[in-house]
């Protein structure tokens, strides 16, 4: 047995993330990346994709796919993703994504996909009818990820199992085309509290995008009225908010709206509860209707103002995508010369 120690990946700390630009962005998409998004930042180099490629694993509308990019490139913005600092750009405009994706199909092994419980839940009693771009969604993220290098990627619970797949790929390439340290072995950036937001109509649903109810969740692009509609109509129970977590966790519509609550605010959901305890829902949800109208409020406006502007989006996205393309394409041309790919003689 060798005494070498293994090569360790030796570049910059980068961190990388994306949401899917397949419907409106919600309350959830917000608390759950986008507060985390403005966060990191400030930690490390940064790209943040809109993920047109993984939208359409499913059907899209093609007269909507443009404009549903602009809207979540808004968001990011408008929440405080400065473009200055961090890449905002589509994942579609950098076809280092595609190059390096097919590259991890060869990678990656059969077993490993089966593996995968979102392509299990997403196409349920109908596995032969989804697109094989569903099945392979898990190898587009790898790629996503590795094609920037990045180091770090904020993940929740549904996305663990991905980066698990995404750290094989990297492990299984590195090792099979002799490139220890090529690519680095991703680390997860756990979610904080707050993050996972549930079903306003389901403690024990998480709030989506295609919940057929709009009640079930909060849009950015809600009005103040629409966000206080929504927050008064929301699911609960008719005992008072109870002191301890431990029974808070019992009750999912109570802990929903508290940890809501604790993620808008600040707090964590003790001290959400030491403010509330023992109050009923006719004095909590309208404080916790102006807390949310005041914090999405001005997101929504300024949302609304880029939106009337689409070139002025336009040209963020411009300049991500060279900032994204700069970084790429170098990885990608290595990773095709360790491949044996042909390359022309100088």
């Known amino acids: 047995m060798s005494d070498t120690p293994p090569v360790v990946y030796a570049g910059p700390k980068r961190i990388l993330s994306g949401v899917q630009t397949s419907g409106q962005l919600h309350l959830g998409n917000y608390l759950g990346a986008i507060v985390k998004f403005v966060r990191l930042q400030e930690e490390a180099e940064c790209f943040y994709f809109l993920a047109d490629m993984h939208a359409i694993t499913v059907w899209q509308d093609p007269d909507k796919l443009a404009d549903q990019m602009r809207e979540v490139a808004a968001a990011f913005i408008a929440s405080g993703v400065d473009p200055a600092k961090a890449a905002i750009f589509p994942q579609s405009a950098v076809p280092e994504h595609a190059e390096l994706a097919w590259i991890f199909n060869c990678v990656a092994r059969l077993g490993w996909l089966d593996r995968m419980t979102q392509f299990k839940e997403k196409s ?5 009818r989804s697109s094989v771009g569903l099945y392979t969604y898990p190898v587009l993220q790898a790629a996503d990820i590795l094609v920037y290098k990045a180091t770090h990627v904020p993940v929740g619970e549904d996305q663990k199992q991905h980066l698990e797949l995404t750290r094989d790929i990297a492990q299984k390439f590195n090792n099979d085309f002799g490139a220890q340290g090529f690519f680095p072995i991703t680390e997860p950036v756990i979610e904080g509290p707050g993050a996972r937001i549930m079903s306003l109509r389901d403690g024990a649903a998480k709030m989506s995008k295609s919940d057929p109810s709009d009640n079930s969740r909060i849009n950015l692009l809600d009005d103040a009225d629409a966000m206080a509609t929504k927050i008064r109509k929301a699911k609960t129970d008719p005992e008072p908010l109870p002191e301890t977590l431990d029974e808070l966790k019992a009750r999912p519509e109570a802990d929903n709206l508290v940890g809501i609550y604790a993620a808008l605010s600040g707090v964590t959901k003790a001290q ?3 403010e509330f305890a023992g ?10 209707a102006d807390l949310t109208v005041a914090k999405l409020g001005p997101i929504g406006a300024e949302m609304r103002r880029l939106l009337a502007d689409p070139a002025e989006i336009d040209r963020v996205l411009k300049i991500g995508v060279e900032k994204a393309r700069a970084v790429a394409a170098p990885v990608v041309a290595d990773t095709k010369r360790l491949v044996g790919f042909w390359s022309p003689k100088p």
């Not at 349920?124 to 032969?128: D, T, V």
């Open 124 to 128: 349920g009693q109908h596995k032969e």
């Open 272 to 274: 959400a509860l030491t």
């Open 279 to 288: 109050k009923g829902f006719g004095a909590f949800k309208p404080a916790l």
